[in-house]
């Protein structure tokens, strides 16, 4: 089976899929766009069990390039998975740890059973990732590390520059 990549300009809290990504900062409580945006359409539910997991596993908070996954309280998703994308550097290569959202993020999407996944273009926001090769490491990743049984995954941009600069690599 072939996962299907799509791209959609519009508002990642208002997908209907399985899972949708949070571009999250490590304390996992919630922060700036994306991130804001999931916690205040998603509810208390999400902050509840992103506080559970910073009281057990994550007391330290989740380490950039990792995932983890929780309610998606009042969102149409069924789940949502964080991830805490590197912020760009122009002295230091993290390339990696940029490929590693996207990676762990589909690995925590199949053993979800998730079938359709939404991601936004981590780290290119506050973070400072310039959006072209943001757009080209996500695009490449995913289409490298495509799970069973995740028979959908979307680009999910906010504006017109970032479907102009996904659409370069899905084309």
Known sequence: MTTR?????????EQDVDAVVNAAN???????GVDGAIHRRGGPEI??????????HYGKGLATGQAVATTAGRLPARHVIHTVGPRWSPAEDRSELLASCY?????IAAELDARTVAFPAISTG????????????????????????VEEVRFVVFDERGRVAFAAYLD
């Open 5 to 13: 990549l799509t791209l959609i300009q519009g508002d990642i809290t």
């Open 26 to 32: 490590s304390s996992l409580l919630g922060g700036g």
């Open 47 to 56: 902050l509840a069990a992103c506080r559970a997991l910073r009281a057990s």
């Open 103 to 107: 990676r762990e993020s589909l690995r």
């Open 126 to 149: 506050i973070y400072g990732w310039p959006l072209d090769d943001g757009a080209r490491i996500a695009v490449e990743t995913v289409r490298g590390a495509v799970r069973a049984g």
